[in-house]
């Protein structure tokens, strides 16, 4: 916090915008004290817009590696209109001191909620009904459980997942977490080891922010800890779960249903985890809603403006690491 970014280099300076964020934040930004270039509408001109670019700005498409990086030598500032830093070379970004800033908390309500959307469809056991009404099927009968009594475990318990916990709260859901960065009880949420939350939890949801450390967290042997008929969500990243190793664990029964929001290839190739009829996917929406990206938008394009002016930056990201 606090920290500054040196004075642009090149007058006035050029801020790149790859990926396509909120139209008000664009136009900020162009009447700020800098020139714009939004390639967001065309990816593959990015690279030839980047020599004299001082700051670039990202959602999650466009890949920030060593090797766009070289393209850029004037690069001061990457602004991230999201949460996740994953697809920055975070390390490559800080050899050579350019900052890199997020937009924190601009989603966590929209996620939270996709999250909370997810539990009850699942554990209701919602979407074949969906679908059987719409065909015109009228089956009555017994259908899924309640949230109500039922145990949550967070994997990762940053500020979406305690905002999903807080939300829990009012139907009756216990909360339990594992995150290695928080040590101690938050409100009424356990914090525990990674194996107890798996088996303890009726719902597994999974939060963590993805680093070089734990892809492929929830790999065959965490699901073979899991409570039989247990859930899984994921709003966090896809590469946190090994997707075969899920699809092992659905078809066995050990996994009852899955709701995923993110895959570890977007678009995803797994048509066999897709098309599982106890699986439910959304394309990568978790902090899509107007609002939230209104203030994604807003937030990532007051810090480009804060830099600009050499003023202190809010939210610059320190390394990778630690819960959404
Ligand atoms: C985020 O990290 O903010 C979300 O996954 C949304 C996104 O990447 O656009």
């Known amino acids: 916090m606090g920290a500054r970014v040196g004075p642009p280099m090149v007058d006035p300076p050029l801020v790149v915008v790859a990926d396509p964020i909120d139209a008000g934040a664009i136009a900020r930004l162009k009447a700020g004290p800098c020139r714009v270039v939004d390639a967001s509408a065309d990816p593959g001109s990015l690279a030839g817009t980047l020599a004299d670019a001082w700051g670039l700005v990202v959602r999650s498409r466009t890949k920030v590696t060593a090797e766009l990086l070289g393209r850029a030598p004037q690069l001061s500032l990457i602004a991230r209109a999201?949460?996740?830093?994953?697809?920055?070379?975070?390390?490559?970004?800080?050899?050579?001191?350019?900052?890199?800033?997020?937009?924190?908390?601009?989603?966590?309500?929209?996620?939270?909620?996709?999250?909370?959307?997810?539990?009850?469809?699942?554990?209701?056991?919602?979407?074949?009904?969906?679908?059987?009404?719409?065909?015109?099927?009228?089956?009555?009968?017994?259908?899924?459980?309640?949230l109500a009594g039922k145990t949550v475990g967070f994997i990762g318990y940053g500020r979406i997942a305690r905002e999903v916990a807080r939300r829990v709260a009012p139907f009756g859901a216990r909360a339990i977490a594992y995150d290695p960065f928080v040590p101690a009880p938050i409100d009424a949420t356990e914090i525990l080891p990674f194996e107890m939350v798996l088996e303890h939890a009726d719902v597994v949801s999974v939060h963590a922010a993805l680093t070089p450390d734990n892809r492929h967290l929830l790999d065959a042997r965490a699901f073979s800890c899991?409570?039989?008929?247990?859930?899984?969500?994921?709003?966090?990243?896809?590469?946190?779960?090994?997707?075969?190793?899920?699809?092992?664990?659905?078809?066995?029964?050990?996994?009852?249903?899955?709701?995923?929001?993110?895959?570890?290839?977007?678009?995803?190739?797994?048509?066999?985890?897709?098309?599982?009829?106890?699986?439910?996917?959304?394309?990568?929406?978790g902090a899509a809603t107007a609002e939230g990206q209104e203030r994604a938008g807003a937030e990532t394009i007051d810090e480009v403006l804060r830099a600009l002016r050499g003023e202190p930056l809010t939210a610059l990201v320190a390394a990778p690491g630690g819960a959404r």
């Open 82 to 146: 999201g949460v996740g830093v994953d697809n920055i070379d975070m390390a490559a970004a800080g050899a050579r001191g350019i900052r890199v800033v997020n937009a924190p908390s601009a989603a966590t309500a929209s996620v939270a909620e996709l999250t909370v959307a997810f539990y009850l469809v699942l554990v209701r056991g919602l979407a074949p009904q969906f679908a059987a009404t719409r065909a015109g099927k009228w089956e009555r009968g017994s259908h899924g459980h309640e």
């Open 226 to 285: 899991l409570k039989r008929g247990a859930f899984v969500v994921n709003v966090a990243r896809g590469a946190l779960i090994d997707e075969a190793a899920l699809l092992a664990a659905l078809n066995e029964g050990r996994v009852a249903g899955a709701a995923l929001d993110v895959f570890e290839v977007e678009p995803p190739m797994n048509r066999a985890l897709l098309e599982h009829p106890h699986v439910i996917a959304t394309p990568h929406i």
